[in-house]
């Protein structure tokens, strides 16, 4: 069972339910994914397990959404895997120690990644920056967190990345990682308790390119660095985050150089026991996605 955060093809608003075995049914009640992460772990389950449903209707007649809203914020943690510690160290000439200094040190590199307006769901367009000349996808397990610092879910994350510009100096990072559709979430929100062992999950990334395959990888959340309560220990020391927040947790799988996304790309990122989000990929931002507008962009879920 999966908590879906969806639209049906008659109305325009954004509902939350639960989909089991190909099929999705309202929540009653329930209005956002927000007010799930300000309960209780406990309480949580217990609303799953026995909340009013409406009538089950098939997936395939529901267009899935970005598993969040409200002001839940996503952060992303970095460096937590051996192999993304030697791309860094390999794309970065001149500040290559850093990534050696925080791959070993106690307190992991955490930094913001998107607002929730800012992230694209399932079958989305994800964006590399048209300033950027290297850009790939990272394929990642996240944790969704609520309020009290309780890990209640799962999803996965496309923590879309410019190499060249984080390379260039490690002080851009934000650039490197926040833009116009550069995080991808979805396509849904696991809970904790369907997944026996967050350490034991494969993640593989698919690379399609026009009709073939450009790139493709296996992992296993087996070979992280950290501990992933230790990773929201540190997201919850000196914050707060009132609607729960949805931590991602590092990548094991970077293409190797020259590897870069190109226009028309697809890509496609399967977490066993979570679930399998698919984008395509767009250079730059398209015309019509201005903000001056008051346009809702692509990325734009509600
Ligand atoms: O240090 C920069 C970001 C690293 C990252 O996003 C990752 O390891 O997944
Ligand atoms: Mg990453």
Redesign the pocket.
């Known amino acids: 069972m999966n908590i879906v955060r969806y639209r049906t093809r008659e109305s325009a608003r954004p509902r939350i339910g639960l989909h089991d075995d190909g099929h999705v049914a309202e929540l009653g009640g329930v209005t956002s994914l927000a007010e799930l992460w300000a309960s209780p772990l406990a309480d949580l389950r217990a609303l799953l397990a026995g909340g009013p449903l409406g009538d089950r209707v098939p997936l395939s007649e529901v267009d899935l959404l970005a598993p969040v809203d409200g002001t839940t914020e996503v952060w992303?943690?970095?460096?937590?895997?051996e192999t993304?510690r030697e791309a860094?160290v390999e794309e970065s000439e001149r500040a290559a120690t850093i990534?050696e200094l925080?791959y070993d040190a106690e307190r992991p590199?955490l930094?913001f990644k998107s607002v929730p307006w800012r992230v694209v769901g399932p079958g989305g367009r994800l964006a590399v920056r048209a300033d950027s000349v290297v850009d790939v996808p990272?394929p990642?397990l996240a944790l969704v967190v609520n309020r009290f610092g309780e890990t209640v879910g799962y999803t996965v994350c496309n923590?879309m990345?410019s190499r060249s510009i984080?390379g260039e100096n490690?002080l851009y990072?934000p650039q490197a990682?926040i833009y116009w559709g550069g995080c991808g979430l979805g396509p849904w929100i696991t809970p904790v308790w369907e997944v026996e062992d967050p350490y034991d999950l494969t993640i593989e990334m698919t690379i399609g390119r026009n009709g073939g395959r450009e790139w493709s990888g296996e992992t296993s959340t087996a070979r992280l660095h950290r501990r992933l309560d230790e990773l929201v220990s540190y997201l919850m020391r000196g914050d707060v985050h009132p609607d729960g927040v949805i931590l991602?947790t590092?990548?094991c799988l970077v293409p190797e150089a020259p590897f870069t996304l190109a226009d028309g790309d697809t890509v496609e990122i399967a977490i066993s026991g979570v679930g399998v989000l698919g984008n395509t990929v767009v250079r730059g931002m398209p015309p019509g996605v201005n903000p001056a507008y008051g346009h809702a962009t692509e990325g734009r879920q509600s």
């Open positions: 992303a943690a970095g460096v937590t895997y993304s860094r990534y925080v590199e930094f990272e990642e923590d990345s984080e490690p990072l990682k991602s590092g990548t």
